[in-house]
């Protein structure tokens, strides 16, 4: 894992300024540094070294030097592919998976992006032609930003290297910020900072000739829920892609170990690490001695299986960490410091962790979920002017508790107006989501008058946002379009960008055996009917792995890895 560069800029030696960019990416890759320029290009790597220790470093060339690559991620499935090309001729001078990417292209073009099953963002560079691909992975678990203006173009593995550059302004993105305060993260290629937008995840772009000449996906996510799939069936097949996301995401030339919580998900990562005949499963469980630390369930599962687990408590001072927390994630959130105090405990004793990110929004397992799927039919069976009868009643709720200031009564509010949205399953899941501009006029409530009138004006509602992920499942039930588009936006720019800032804070990759794309294509044929049963949660998942796991896992709660910064705070 690692941090890559780059800048495209004409009649500019940027030497300096790109040595700066790279001490700023040091924690994304500490083993190695280096740059390479080509007439107005010039690349930057930071190296966390995982793969191929000896002969890994880059940039990295092709045989005659026509081509170039800097590469942040793994791809699990490299040695197939290694082996697909060397039956075509083509002749490897390493053991990495990032030739392979280079030598793909070769042979492939960028059909070769179709073959890739890994966590992956990188730029590949030809000087012949000087033109620089970008690409980043199917889920966007790898992080790449960039900007692009009146010729200037930079690309990042993080916004704060962009910022670098004396062109790029310090400016506040108003409709980025817009959408974090409705939903806690930024939806889509926007982000904070005006002007350095994300590669979005399962997209190429190509720049040229001083602009960006495209800007495409390569692949899409298309759920087809397999009706006549029985639970047998069902539950064999997540067995065979679990363990097989697991078996390829061990590859590693460095210690590994596991995120144990306690859970369904990690445990499940253990169990199949087990049942490979990993020698030393290595297990680290974390807790801020609060009621939601899993210290005894992960205990449990780690006995289970006789792993070397080791366990940390910790008792934080949350607004001594902020600063450096969110220096790291570039975003203000809250749920930040357990994965920054994760990483920072295993960082001495590991390079690689596994986590079981992915596993709620595959199998449904949010308590967003379970209100869902009771109405999972019913929102196709309301009519239209039903759908504006009920809007209105909303609407005249809202305006009686704004008249009234009547605040203790919210709760009350949102609850009514989620039973009035029946019919309309985008507004259903916002409101479920407690995004509040569903009601245009909360901008009275929330925003200062200097704002509200450009706010109103010119950004649009976070409705708008989810629109089209909706527009793309509208033929699915309410459940099934819910998993799809929390797996585009909430998961993507939400947890991901959490869990690689926060590991990367310490130089920990973090894999996502739950994300593998296989298993990925698999779960999104299984039918809503089996992933939730009774309104229970994850009812097949469970299901499958009851024989495997002690019975406490099986059953128990789903907690979440949190922490309260108010608690933490009364103990200062």
């Given at each position: 894992?690692?941090?890559i560069?780059?800048?495209v ?28 320029r ?14 191929d ?7 990295m060339?092709?045989?005659n ?18 082996q ?7 002749r490897f ?15 492939f ?9 890994g ?15 970008l690409v980043?992975d ?25 910022l ?7 400016a ?20 904070l900072f ?7 995840p399962?997209h190429y ?5 001083g ?7 390569y ?14 069936e ?19 030339d ?16 253990v169990?199949?690490?087990?049942e490979l ?10 807790g ?5 630390d899993?210290?005894p ?5 780690a ?11 910790l ?16 975003e203000?959130?809250i749920?930040?410091?357990q994965?920054?105090n994760m990483?920072?405990?295993?960082q ?7 986590g ?5 929004e595959?199998?449904a ?12 039919r019913?929102?196709?069976?309301i ?7 009920l809007?209105?009643k ?5 305006q ?11 709760e009350?509010?949102r ?7 029946i ?7 916002l ?28 950004i ?8 089209e ?19 585009q ?18 130089s ?12 990925v294509?698999f ?11 009774h ?5 097949l ?8 796991l ?8 789903k907690?979440?890895?949190?922490v ?9």
């Amino acid at each position: 894992m690692c941090g890559i560069i780059g800048i495209v800029e004409k009649h500019a030696d940027r030497s300096e300024l790109m040595d700066r960019m790279l001490d700023v990416l040091a924690h994304r890759g500490p083993d190695a540094k280096s740059m390479f320029r080509h007439k107005d290009t010039i690349l930057g790597h930071r190296r966390l070294s995982i793969i191929d220790l000896e002969t890994g470093d880059q940039p990295m060339f092709n045989a005659n030097r026509s081509r170039c690559i800097v590469f942040n991620g793994e791809i699990y499935n490299f040695r197939e592919i290694r082996q697909e090309l060397e039956a075509l001729g083509r002749r490897f001078r390493t053991n990495s998976d990032t030739e392979v990417l280079l030598e793909a292209y070769e042979v492939f073009g960028l059909d070769f992006l179709a073959r890739l099953n890994g966590i992956f963002a990188f730029a590949l560079y030809d000087l012949e032609k000087e033109e620089l691909l970008l690409v980043r992975d199917h889920f966007g678990i790898k992080p790449l930003h960039y900007y692009s203006r009146d010729g200037l173009f930079l690309f990042g593995s993080e916004q704060k290297t962009i910022l670098q550059h004396p062109e790029v302004p310090r400016a506040l993105n108003y409709r980025a910020l817009h959408h974090q305060l409705n939903l806690r993260y930024t939806q889509g290629e926007e982000t904070l900072f005006e002007g350095i937008k994300r590669l979005p995840p399962a997209h190429y772009l190509v720049y040229r000739d001083g602009a960006i000449q495209s800007l495409k996906p390569y692949w899409r996510l298309q759920p087809s829920p397999r009706q006549n799939m029985d639970e047998g069936e069902a539950m064999e097949q997540l067995h065979v892609h679990l363990r097989q996301a697991v078996e390829r995401q061990l590859v590693s030339d460095v210690p590994l170990g596991v995120y144990l919580s306690g859970g369904l998900d990690s445990s499940a990562i253990v169990q199949k690490m087990h049942e490979l005949g990993v020698p030393q499963i290595n297990t680290f469980t974390l807790g801020f001695n609060e009621p939601t630390d899993e210290f005894p369930d992960a205990r449990r599962v780690a006995e289970h299986f006789g792993t070397h687990h080791q366990e940390l408590s910790l008792t934080l001072n949350p607004l001594e960490e902020f600063p450096k927390v969110i220096w790291h994630a570039e975003e203000p959130k809250i749920n930040l410091l357990q994965g920054f105090n994760m990483s920072r405990f295993v960082q001495p004793q590991i390079k690689v962790a596994l986590g079981g990110l992915g596993g709620d929004e595959l199998l449904a397992g949010y308590d967003i979920h379970r209100f869902v799927y009771p109405f999972n039919r019913v929102h196709h069976l309301i009519p239209e002017p039903l759908q504006r009868l009920l809007q209105w009643k909303s609407d005249f709720v809202f305006q009686v508790q704004t008249s009234v200031n009547g605040l203790p009564y919210d709760e009350y509010r949102r609850g009514v107006q989620l039973l009035l949205s029946i019919g309309q399953i985008e507004r259903f899941y916002l409101i479920l989501r407690n995004v509040w501009d569903v009601d245009p006029g909360f901008y009275r409530e929330v925003y200062h008058p200097r704002l509200r009138k450009a706010m109103q004006k010119d950004i649009p509602r976070v409705e708008a946002q989810f629109h089209e992920l909706f527009a793309q499942v509208k033929h699915l039930n309410a459940l099934d379009q819910v998993l799809f588009v929390e797996a585009q936006s909430k998961m993507v720019n939400d947890y991901l960008l959490v869990e690689d800032r926060m590991s990367m804070a310490h130089s920990i990759e973090e894999r996502v055996p739950f994300l593998d794309l296989d298993l990925v294509h698999f779960g999104f044929s299984i039918p809503v009917g089996l992933k939730i049963k009774h309104n229970q949660t994850k009812y097949l998942f469970r299901k499958a792995m009851a024989p495997y796991l002690p019975p406490r896992i099986i059953s128990k709660k789903k907690w979440g890895f949190t922490v309260n910064p108010i608690n933490n705070l009364r103990k200062t």
